[in-house]
């Protein structure tokens, strides 16, 4: 079973920058599409990236593209999500979830994903 566990989280002026990861205290991330998905107050669920097993396949959503990376380090077992120049609006709780998958494909709806963490606070202010 994944266990996810998110971290990086903070308070951030707009403009700057954070690097959230997502640790597997489980099976290695390499069998599985990774996302991370955020959730403001009174909002539901979305996509923020999305990457396939290997990490050659990703997928941004249209709010962050350009500012925002998703990647995995294998020995590390870690997801991270390089955000910079941020916005207010991109205040929200972070969450990693993982996938089992096979070939390229990556996932961007939360139905799909079964495993997620616990999530990690972002807060920028204006």
């Known amino acids: 079973q994944v266990q996810l566990v998110e971290s990086g989280g903070g308070l951030v002026q707009a403009g700057g920058s954070l690097r959230l990861s997502c640790v597997s205290a489980?099976?290695?991330?390499?069998?599985?599409?990774m996302g991370w998905f955020r959730q403001a107050p009174g909002k539901g669920r979305e996509i923020v990236a999305a990457?396939?097993?290997?990490?050659?396949?990703?997928n941004y959503s249209d709010s962050v593209k350009g500012r925002i990376t998703i990647s995995i380090d294998k020995a590390k077992n870690t997801v991270y999500l390089q955000m910079s120049r941020l916005k207010p609006e991109d205040t929200a709780m972070y969450y990693c979830a993982g996938s089992s998958s096979i070939g390229n494909v990556y996932y961007t709806a939360p139905s799909l994903y079964p495993y997620w963490g616990q999530g990690t606070q972002v807060t920028v202010s204006s």
């Open positions: 489980g099976p290695t991330l390499s069998a599985y599409a």
């Open positions: 990457i396939n097993r290997s990490g050659g396949n990703t």
